[in-house]
């Protein structure tokens, strides 16, 4: 059975920083790539980052790029999202997901995990 | 840069089908999935490349795609499936996501 675990959401004051983790069990995680995709309060889904099967890849929205690193450490089975300059702008949760049939179109995220709550304030 | 429009809500009786929109500049000659949320849990697949379900998706579920818009149909619409629906397709190695809409069975 597939599943994805993240951790490492927390209360952090603007500014700060945080990295999340992306436990993957039950499918061989050098084999697809994945992504981060976030959810405001209430708000609807927004893509964060992604990466490729290998790691060699990495791609990240308009939103957080400069400040956000996505990677992946393929014999320990986790993913990562490393965060800094935390802004409250930032305040959702967390969602890892696995992409099959490649990255790009075409492609889909078959399987998400439950999320991890990043809120950030003073 | 791209955009997915959806409408914010749709409401439909028991029974009936229930049809939810996506738009976007030439959206068919894209591939569009669907995810389902309901509310406090994990977005789950229920749609991908235009029409195909993932195993364990009811077969009441059904996707199109043609011009700018797809389109996500339930049909024998049941109260389980109230929830936020969602579609999404690729920028230049960017996921997209439309603004979601919220299915309400009346």
């Known amino acids: 059975e597939v599943q994805l675990v993240e951790s490492g959401g927390a209360l952090v004051q603007p500014g700060g920083s945080l990295r999340l983790s992306c436990a993957a069990s039950g499918f061989t995680l050098s084999s697809y790539a994945m992504t981060w995709v976030r959810q405001a309060p209430g708000k609807g889904l927004e893509w964060v980052s992604g990466?490729?099967?290998?790691?060699?890849?990495?791609y990240h929205a308009d939103s957080v790029k400069g400040r956000f690193t996505i990677s992946r450490d393929n014999s320990k089975n986790t993913l990562y999202l490393q965060m800094n300059s935390l802004r409250v702008e930032d305040t959702a949760i967390y969602y890892c997901?696995?992409?099959?049939?490649?990255?790009?179109?075409?492609?889909?995220?078959?399987?998400w995990g439950q999320g991890t709550l990043v809120t950030v304030s003073s | 840069s791209y955009e997915l429009t959806q409408p914010p809500s749709v409401s439909v009786s028991p029974g009936q089908t229930a049809s939810v929109t996506c738009s976007g500049h030439?959206?068919?000659?894209?591939?569009v999935c669907w995810y389902q949320q309901r509310p406090g849990q994990s977005p789950v697949l229920i749609i991908y490349?235009?029409?195909k379900r993932p195993s364990g998706i009811p077969e009441r579920f059904s996707g199109s795609n043609s011009g700018n818009t797809a389109t996500l149909s339930i049909s024998g619409t049941q109260a389980m499936d109230e929830a936020d629906y969602y579609c999404?397709?690729?920028?230049?190695?960017?996921?997209?996501f439309g603004g979601g809409t919220k299915l309400t069975v009346l």
């Open positions: 030439r959206l068919g000659d894209k591939y």
């Open positions: 490349q235009d029409n």
């Open positions: 999404q397709a690729w920028g230049s190695n960017t996921v997209i």
């Open positions: 997901a696995r992409v099959d049939r490649g990255y790009g179109s075409g492609a889909y995220l078959d399987h």
């Open positions: 990466i490729s099967g290998s790691g060699v890849s990495t």
